[in-house]
């Protein structure tokens, strides 16, 4: 829920806040300690902190924190506030959880549950995951993408066909006992929203390598997501990054069936009978989820089914002994090694009782 505007006094807005706004202060409440710097973007900054309050309790938490400066930071603040709302209404065990929406000293800030392990997209640079697990990850997704789409309701009850917008391996967390989480709501939006808020000054929301070819022409929906978890599918199960999916129905002929041949020359590499006879159908799963007509793709709830399916079939290890096995010695590839006028290690932040005076969220991505 956003916290309401119910402090008095004023004070300037630094580069870390609202640009061209003023800032409502009150005394602080909670306090969060910069640990290590997670993730930068072009819009934010994702931190591990330790959260502590007047009472003496602490935990470690993740905070992003607005960073962006340019024309459009009333719109990025805009999606913070909604990244934290949406994410509320989700319940599901592979969405991250979301502390609350803060108002900050510096801006908007949006506290969640720290999620300690690496990133898919590490595994599959660093140590390939074998093709049972990565269809035990890919369900896991699947399953997430179902609930934000069909149980995920809003004041009236009504589903809110909410869609990610960004799925790539880089937004699929893997914890050292197998738990996947998919991160970074921040692009979401309600798949019925049509009001013009797709771009953020000219760009995209999104990643190109991942985007559906009726996402480059402004149309959003529920299959655009499982478009970009074939990509990840193919990604983790060949090892190999694809070109930008074309536009033009032939030219995203030609690309898809270089995916497919890719993979299926990366699985017939197994020396495993078992993948092998699974490879007619990972494949045809591929080319389902990465048909170029969005209609011809499944909804996130029957791709759930098929890799579950699939993967009964395959040889171990399964998701958790491997994780048990890997994360903890793949996690020394993702510290974010900042320089030194960008460490922040150690800075803290602090709550306040009221909030920025910033534009009022987007009702519609989340009601």
């Known amino acids: 829920m956003v916290e309401s505007d119910t402090a ?12 061209g706004h ?45 960073t962006y400066d340019g024309e459009a930071s009333d719109e990025i603040a805009r999606r913070m506030r909604d990244e934290a709302r949406i994410l509320g209404l989700i319940r599901h065990r592979a969405v991250v959880g979301v502390n609350s929406l803060v108002p900050l000293s ?45 149980r995920a309701v809003g004041e009236d009850q009504r ?39 797709v771009e953020i000054d000219g760009f995209v929301m999104g990643s190109a390598r991942y985007m559906a070819p009726e996402r480059r022409l402004g149309a959003e929906s529920h299959k655009a997501d499982v478009y970009a978890l074939g990509i990840v599918l193919a990604n983790a199960l060949s090892g190999k990054r694809f070109s930008e999916p074309p536009s033009d129905p032939d030219d995203h002929a030609r690309f898809l069936g270089t995916v497919l041949e890719t993979v299926r020359k ?58 048990e096995r890997t994360v903890s010695r793949l996690q020394q590839y993702e510290q974010v090694a900042p320089s030194e006028a960008e460490d922040d290690t150690g800075r803290i932040f602090e709550e306040l009782t009221g909030s920025p005076n910033a534009p009022a969220p987007d009702e519609s991505a989340a009601t």
């Open 8 to 19: 008095q006094g004023y004070r300037s807005v630094g580069a870390t806040g609202m640009k």
């Open 22 to 66: 003023a800032q409502r202060t009150s005394p602080a409440r909670r306090r969060f300690r910069v640990l290590e710097t997670i993730g930068r973007g072009g819009f934010g900054v994702v931190y591990r902190a330790e959260m502590s309050d007047a009472g003496g309790f602490s935990k470690q938490v993740a905070l992003k924190v607005m």
């Open 106 to 150: 510096e801006g908007w800030g949006v506290v969640m549950e720290y999620v300690a392990g690496v990133d898919l997209s590490t595994a599959i640079k660093k140590q390939r995951p074998p093709p049972g697990v990565v269809l035990e990850v890919i369900e896991e997704v699947a399953a997430a993408l179902d609930a934000a789409y069909t």
């Open 159 to 197: 589903p809110l066909r909410l869609v990610h917008r960004d799925i790539k391996p880089s937004n699929i967390r893997i914890t050292g006992t197998g738990v996947v989480k998919l991160l970074d709501f921040g692009v979401a939006r309600a798949e019925f929203d049509r009001k013009e808020a």
């Open 266 to 323: 990366a699985l017939e590499k197994h020396n495993d009978d078992q993948v092998r006879a699974a490879a007619h159908d990972l494949r045809m799963l591929l080319l389902e989820m990465l048909s170029f007509h969005r209609e011809d793709r499944p909804d996130a709830g029957k791709v759930e089914k098929r890799c579950r399916r699939i993967r009964k079939r395959l040889p171990g290890p399964w998701l958790r002994d491997w994780a």
